[in-house]
């Protein structure tokens, strides 16, 4: 089955590969032998365990060792080891990147619905209050999935493309509010969407209302190597 997710544990070094209907988890012994592969539980929590196990679109591990992924479906599922423990509708379709913290756990995660969400490390929690089910699921996904509690901070792509500069501060739109890669370095979050284009969010002078250059917008202004800004294409030099 195609895989779409790679993630090592911070705790152990597990491997985990996701993609279409399958979570599996490799893991060495103390000697450096051979992998050891363990599929992790995927039958969906309060479901008819005769459905069809999700496609996990993409993973995160989390600081104490848990594993969060996201479906095509547009639900956050946790495990403790090969144990699923937690499972929310998070987004409205397809969840195509998540990034953790690893200093408190904090999670990120966007997809095709153009929202980036950012969420609480409790709501992977043991202890954590039962999520409400009061929010109807996207279109396509599971009637068994509970929506999750609010996350801490949203952001809509949609709303943002409208307030866009580039590095030389001229205004630009979002070609596609779509967001496929996600990283996150301290009060910086850099964004890749569905129309090859980079976004930096900067939260160091508001933790509500980030400022959002347009890096880049297609590949087609990148050179396989530095130029001067004046010279001509290697192509066309003389």
């Given at each position: 089955?195609?895989?779409?997710?790679?993630?090592?544990?911070?705790?152990?070094g597990t491997l985990a590969t996701a993609?279409?209907?399958?979570?599996?988890?490799?893991?060495?012994?103390?000697?450096?032998?051979?992998?050891?592969?363990?599929?992790?539980?995927?039958?969906?929590?309060?479901?008819?365990?005769?459905?069809?196990?999700?496609?996990?679109?993409?993973?995160?591990?989390?600081?104490?060792?848990?594993?969060?992924?996201?479906?095509?479906?547009?639900?956050?599922?946790?495990?403790?080891?090969?144990?699923?423990?937690?499972?929310?509708?998070?987004?409205?379709?397809?969840?195509?990147?998540?990034?953790?913290?690893?200093?408190?756990?904090?999670?990120?995660?966007?997809?095709?619905?153009?929202?980036?969400?950012?969420?609480?490390?409790?709501?992977?929690?043991?202890?954590?209050?039962?999520?409400?089910?009061?929010?109807?699921?996207?279109?396509?996904?599971?009637?068994?999935?509970?929506?999750?509690?609010?996350?801490?901070?949203?952001?809509?792509?949609?709303?943002?493309?409208?307030?866009?500069?580039?590095?030389?501060?001229?205004?630009?739109?979002?070609?596609?509010?779509?967001?496929?890669?996600?990283?996150?370095?301290?009060?910086?979050?850099?964004?890749?969407?569905?129309?090859?284009?980079?976004?930096?969010?900067?939260?160091?002078?508001?933790?509500?209302?980030?400022?959002?250059?347009?890096?880049?917008?297609?590949?087609?202004?990148?050179?396989?190597?530095?130029?001067?800004?004046?010279?001509?294409?290697?192509?066309?030099?003389?």
């Open positions: 089955a195609p895989l779409f997710a790679l993630a090592f544990s911070p705790v152990d993609g279409v209907r399958c979570l599996r988890l490799w893991t060495r012994d103390a000697l450096g032998g051979p992998l050891i592969c363990r599929d992790a539980e995927l039958a969906p929590l309060g479901d008819d365990a005769r459905r069809a196990p999700p496609t996990l679109c993409c993973a995160a591990y989390l600081p104490g060792g848990a594993l969060v992924a996201g479906t095509a479906h547009g639900e956050l599922w946790c495990w403790a080891g090969v144990s699923l423990i937690r499972r929310y509708r998070a987004h409205d379709g397809p969840i195509f990147a998540l990034e953790a913290s690893a200093a408190d756990g904090h999670l990120l995660s966007g997809g095709k619905d153009g929202w980036l969400r950012l969420w609480s490390p409790a709501l992977w929690s043991a202890h954590a209050a039962p999520p409400s089910a009061a929010h109807p699921p996207a279109e396509g996904a599971p009637a068994g999935a509970p929506s999750a509690p609010l996350p801490l901070r949203m952001l809509d792509m949609r709303e943002l493309g409208g307030q866009l500069t580039d590095v030389a501060g001229r205004p630009r739109l979002l070609g596609s509010p779509c967001l496929r890669s996600i990283h996150w370095v301290g009060a910086q979050v850099l964004m890749g969407t569905r129309a090859a284009e980079l976004v930096l969010l900067d939260y160091s002078t508001d933790e509500l209302n980030p400022e959002a250059t347009l890096l880049l917008q297609g590949h087609c202004p990148l050179a396989a190597r530095p130029r001067a800004p004046d010279a001509p294409p290697a192509a066309f030099a003389a």
